[in-house]
């Protein structure tokens, strides 16, 4: 039978421990360390496909409680899938949901069959349950799907917290036994809020499910950075080596680099073009938030050395600053192409250091440089 799934690191950096892997997927291989942007609704807001491609995004994410909802999966899989329905022919990797779900704390009811929720577009009633919830990435036809899973906010007790991870440990089994698309990989969610001892239980539970990656929920949900990293400190010698470890839901460039420090290797977040859409652009000297008034006679780029469409064909910061004020569609487009080619250029950087087992330097010079002048 074809394998449709492999993972091999390829390099480890003396210096740091950090490593370069090669993801194979059905729709091509992923080089690791990887920044995915997030196409919520089967769209990178804003963008074409072509410039996903240019800026070099390997792989995209979208969202299953969203497409589920608005077409629905069945007309995605009457288009022959997402890739098709989208026009992407790279992987896709399909978040479960669950994370939407349980951000709509006022219109659940879970139990340990699944959860009855109100959907956010017209109050109708869904109940989605692990079985449901990988039939529909079967149907939308990902590369990476995610197994159902409770994700709890930061502050919960360890008693919620517990609750919460024999539950998303009881609906990984179900996801895993309904699960059987040879040309889908399930990766199984890490829960245990900050509680290491529930981290260290949550890894034990999810290694026999993971063939080919694993996943870090309940980060990045509200903690100060420093907690984060140290869960994820914590977590790195007890996660398998030999698959890829994804941190979800995490996308600014210190974060990015301190979770590869920390033995992340994917990693996805709405933030670069959320904050674009909102008129700020990622430096390497730290945030520009390019509508203010001191920008608007600098007839410059973003940033001089940038190879994304909008610097090297020098749309200067006085235009998109006007973009943005004028509430052009123009504007929002150029930065959220501007800071994800930005992150997808740092990932490769910090492959570079990686294979020239200096990722440590790099490390310090880049966040030095970030820390210099956010405006």
């Known amino acids: 039978m074809e394998k449709y799934f492999d993972y091999k690191v390829i390099k480890e950096c003396k210096q740091s421990g950090a490593r370069i892997g090669v993801l194979k997927t059905p729709h091509g291989e992923i080089e690791t360390p990887v920044f995915m942007p997030v196409g919520t609704q089967a769209t990178v807001k804003g963008l074409y496909p072509r410039d996903l491609e240019d800026i070099n995004a390997q792989i995209i994410l979208s969202n299953t409680y969203h497409l589920y909802l608005r077409p629905g999966e069945k007309i995605i899989k009457q288009a022959g ?24 704390p006022d219109l659940i009811k879970i139990s340990d069959t699944g959860v009855e929720f109100s959907s956010h577009l017209d109050g109708k009633k869904h109940f989605i349950t692990p079985e449901k919830c990988m039939q529909l990435q079967n149907d939308l036809g990902s590369d990476i799907i995610m197994a159902f899973d409770e994700c709890t906010p930061y502050g919960a007790t360890e008693e919620q917290s517990v609750k919460a991870m024999e539950r998303t440990k009881l609906w990984l089994e179900r996801c895993y036994k309904e699960q059987q698309n040879p040309k889908q990989m399930l990766f199984p969610i890490i829960q245990g809020n900050m509680f290491k001892n529930l981290r260290a239980q949550a890894i034990k539970d999810c290694v026999p499910f993971a063939k080919c990656g694993i996943a870090i929920g309940g980060l990045s949900v509200g903690e100060p950075k420093e907690i984060m990293y140290d869960i994820l400190s914590f977590m790195d010698p007890l996660l398998p080596k030999n698959m ?43 945030k520009v ?46 930065l959220s192409i501007h800071n994800l080619r930005f992150l997808t250029r740092m990932t490769e950087d910090i492959k570079k250091s990686i294979r020239e087992d200096r990722f440590l330097d790099f490390k310090e010079e880049f966040l030095n440089n970030l820390n210099k002048n956010s405006h």
């Not at 899938?81 to 709509?104: A, C, R």
């Not at 995490?250 to 680099?257: E, F, M």
């Not at 020098?314 to 973009?323: A, D, E, G, Q």
């Open 81 to 104: 899938g997402l890739h098709k329905f989208m026009n992407w022919n790279k992987p896709i990797l399909t978040d479960s949901g669950g994370f939407q779900i349980f951000s709509l």
């Open 289 to 334: 938030v390019i509508r203010n008034a001191e920008y608007k006679d600098q007839f410059y780029p973003i940033e001089a050395d940038c190879d994304c469409y909008a610097c090297k064909n020098n749309f200067t910061r006085s235009y998109i600053r006007h973009l943005i004020n004028a509430k052009e569609i123009l504007g929002a487009k150029l």
């Open 244 to 286: 890829p470890r994804y941190l979800m839901g995490v996308g600014s460039p210190d974060c990015l680099i301190e979770s590869i420090a920390r033995g992340v290797d994917m990693m996805d977040c709405v933030l670069p073009t959320r904050v674009a859409r909102n008129g700020t652009a990622f430096t390497r000297h730290g």
